[in-house]
């Protein structure tokens, strides 16, 4: 096993603990909401956005002890807006990570109130205890993950992508909605983790450049996977962007020339490292989120 | 007009004002979806959050310019709960505040991201300046309003109410539901007003309790309106807890002993004001969330 795919694992580890500690516990009234909660958060998911906002947290000197609840509070963000996306009046997908989805595995109620309420245990996560060296960065942490969640960020993009099903999107209009969906909290993450520690303003927009490139390239990734991988690797339905007429960068480049794009944004990204001190781990997530697999 | 019908208009009027500047504009992208947040928050409601808000604040010598963007995201949580609250997987309701519900008058996908992106709005609002005399103080009312909203708060009373349909419910586990579903949000309303002043502990236990009260003799009525008010006075469809079965404190205790409830209620919430300074717009709220009629 490489010392990089160890960092990974240990990350990974880490974050199911603290997410596990987060959620609130099963025998805590509302128990079947609890327990919904803790399996569409639980036991899954590569935790590309936590491990974004460790390998963050070590250009800026910050503890791993403050970065894992800020991780968490993204990654709980990211797991209600699955939940939500998945849900019939959406994609209205039955599969994730390999598992029923929790609108299938309960029910549509369940999964709304789901979703709403990891929203809210995201934001607790952020203002539960000291995360940063002052309050005030803790404050524009809240107010940064507010931003990338919303209807400028990740919740607008979801708007965006459901308006242009159907439509012939060009190069600049999927982009500006990929900026949206994902790209939004991808820079949240590393964002957040930067601020655990003493950023300097050049640091974080060296950090944000990367993390823009880093967040385009992961969804362009995902536009070539989905359109070539078997359903059983994915852990989640493969083909669904096809089915759904959904415009992607495969169907506009095809998948040569969206690898290809993939390639360049990693060298953007990996040129914004350049000045900064302690980032190897950022570095090899770059390689990670270009040349995964899954 | 009495001088607290012209106070309650001020507030109203400052909140439209708030929430329309704290709500994205129509004319950024995606537009829709701005649209329909605006339609869910703006044009109605009695604000009754809001108001216990700056009374709040009047007790701890909070200025109205700091307090209106604690309230407006109180009012935001509570925006976003009515629009899932009525979706079809909810309540499936098709009128709110005299108008048609968002999942009616857009379509549900929109309906379900306007209430996500109402919730991150909210939190936005929260920490987007400076609200309380340090940020610390500020911190807390982020997570305050976190907990109050989240699976332990109004997401989780929603839960219980769900899984109470059809059921018989005695009075403590329906109390147990509301403390969840309305009590918590309105807790949030008053303390988070407070914080923006200079509260101390035992001011903010004491209107805590006022809270609590109030926030149990809210739901008490509104069962009593439900029961008896005809549509077109509520602006939202009456009788409909009788109609989905749904156990409420006039079924529980009849009518007459649902309103000698909140009565008493009301005279515990007073009690709990006598040490306080500055109370007179708290005590007359007690009174208007008794005696009204809509």
Chains 1, 2 share one sequence.
């Not at 990693?266 to 770059?286: F, I, N, S």
Request: charged letters at 20%.
């Amino acid at each position: 096993m490489s010392e990089f795919t160890a960092w990974v694992q240990g990350c990974q580890s880490r974050m199911e603990a603290v997410l596990a500690e987060v959620l609130p516990p099963v025998h805590i009234a509302p128990q079947r909401l609890h327990e919904a909660m803790r399996y569409a958060v639980l036991g899954g998911g590569k935790r590309v956005r936590p491990l974004l906002a460790f390998a963050a947290g070590e250009v800026t000197g910050a503890s791993p002890e403050r970065v894992q609840f800020a991780a968490a509070a993204v990654e709980l963000i990211h797991a209600y807006s699955l939940v939500h996306d998945d849900m019939p009046a959406m994609d209205d997908d039955a599969l994730r990570r390999g598992k029923p989805t929790v609108h299938v595995e309960f029910d549509e109620a369940t999964a709304l109130l789901v979703g709403d309420a990891l929203q809210s245990l995201a934001f607790d996560a952020l203002a539960a205890q000291p995360l940063a060296n002052d309050p005030a960065a803790q404050l524009k942490m809240v107010h940064l993950l507010a931003q990338a969640a919303g209807s400028r960020g990740m919740a607008g993009g979801q708007a965006i992508d459901l308006a242009s099903v159907g439509k012939s999107l060009d190069l600049a209009e999927l982009e500006f909605m990929h900026i949206h969906k994902t790209g939004a909290l991808i820079r949240a993450s590393v964002l957040l983790g930067a601020h655990c520690g003493s950023p300097d303003e050049a640091t974080l927009a060296a950090l944000d450049h990367y993390a823009k490139c880093i967040g385009l390239a992961f969804q362009v990734v995902d536009d070539v996977l989905d359109a070539e991988a078997p359903t059983a690797t994915l852990g989640k339905t493969a083909g669904k962007d096809a089915a759904h007429n959904k415009p992607t960068y495969v169907s506009l480049l095809g998948a040569a020339e969206a690898r290809a794009f993939a390639h360049s944004l990693r060298k953007d990204a990996l040129d914004a490292l350049v000045p900064l001190p302690r980032v190897q781990r950022l570095r090899e997530l770059a390689d990670f989120v270009v040349e995964r697999t899954f």
